[in-house]
């Protein structure tokens, strides 16, 4: 029966594909506010300086001060002292902030879960689709040095 799978580089191409697909669809339907990448980045990586935010979401320094700005206002993040340089800042989500990332992953969730109301797949294929996601996301050890 696997003798019919496409090739793995193949499967590893559609994954790609239809996971960019996937997070643009809930983005077209679900109102995100500006920001929310640099917030779900924090999430991910805890307080981070600007630098390497915009390092990890692959966008210019300034565009991310900018970005941390109207976060900032929001009252999304905040930016304190960094520990050991006093020159710089590091940037945190708040409370709101947490709050608001859970808003989004919940509507994000909802969606999802509706459109896969209208298939024929099983909790456990979605759960092995999501055990395969974060295997891939895992950091390589490249990654991880950096």
């Known amino acids: 029966m696997t003798d019919s799978l496409p090739p793995l580089a193949e499967l590893a191409s559609d994954l790609v594909v239809l996971a960019a697909r996937l997070t643009r669809a809930v983005r077209r339907e679900i109102e995100h506010p500006a920001g929310v990448r640099a917030l779900s980045l924090l999430d991910e990586h805890g307080p981070s300086g600007v630098t390497a935010l915009a390092a990890a979401d692959r966008c210019s320094q300034p565009t991310m001060t900018a970005t941390v700005k109207?976060?900032?206002?929001?009252?999304?993040?905040?930016?304190?002292?960094?520990?050991?340089?006093?020159?710089?800042?590091?940037v945190a989500l708040t409370d709101d902030g947490h709050?608001?990332?859970?808003?989004?992953?919940?509507?994000?969730?909802?969606?999802?879960t509706a459109r896969l109301a209208d298939t024929h797949h099983t909790a456990q294929e979605v759960a092995t689709a999501v055990a395969v996601l974060?295997?891939?996301?895992?950091p390589t050890p490249q990654e991880a040095t950096l």
Do not use: M, S
Request: no cysteine.
């Open 99 to 112: 709050a608001e990332l859970a808003r989004i992953r919940r509507a994000n969730a909802a969606l999802v």
């Open 134 to 138: 974060r295997d891939v996301l895992r």
């Open 70 to 90: 109207a976060l900032q206002e929001q009252g999304l993040v905040d930016r304190r002292p960094h520990p050991t340089d006093g020159r710089a800042h590091v």
